[in-house]
């Protein structure tokens, strides 16, 4: 069983999309979860469908959605302070640095984050490029296990098949609980599933089937 979780990724809804499920496991199991979340994502081109927010309100309302999702998850929250769309440009020595001080405190036994490389966004790779360096930086026994969720077409041809996979469906409500709860980036794929909930049971299964497995790489370090 693990002692403490600490998920990492640059944005608002990460967590939800790619990790609710995996938390909501956690947190039945009574395992503290924390998510260190790098930005507000206040650069994110959906506004809402139909609009409610504008590039001056969308900060505001994504930290809100972000408290929102971590409040249905149950799971202690810290907000980074970096700037959406530019994590690519920071240091990552800085970036891990700051990352480690949360990691030296709370000491994980697991820490989740993108698969650096293999995860889409900028963002996704610089910030999981830091916190897999900021565990490096630990000593080696002190350092938690990494489970990196690559999202890229390819991975598993080049990364081969995930070490660990979960079924998530049994906790399917809570993650789409989280991912409602960012109405402002998530409201116009989610209109569909909300319709399928009362009205067609093949998307309820579409939706399943497109979030109901959650899968990771284990990362290996080197000099472990």
Known sequence: MESH???IFPHPDDESFGTAGTIAKFREEGVPVTYLCGTLGE???NMGKPAFANRETLPKIRKQELQDA???LDIDLHMLGYRD?????EDRQEVARHLKTYLDEIQP??????????????DHNAMAAAAIEAIRMME????????????SNNREEVLGKPDVSLDVRPWFDQKMKAIFAHDSQASGMMSKFKEA???????????????GHEQYHLWQFDDA
């Not at 036994?109 to 900028?122: C, D």
């Not at 909930?197 to 979030?211: C, F, K």
Request: charged content about 15%; glycine content about 4%.
């Open 197 to 211: 909930q009362s009205s067609s049971v093949d998307m309820q299964e579409a939706a399943e089937r497109h979030l």
């Open 109 to 122: 036994s697991l820490v989740i984050t993108h698969y650096p490389g293999y995860a889409v966004h900028p």
């Open 43 to 45: 650069m994110g081109r």
């Open 70 to 72: 971590c409040a249905a």
């Open 5 to 7: 979780v600490v998920v």
């Open 140 to 151: 080696p026994n002190n350092r938690p296990k990494v489970w990196a969720h690559a999202i």
């Open 85 to 89: 769309k530019t994590m690519e440009y």
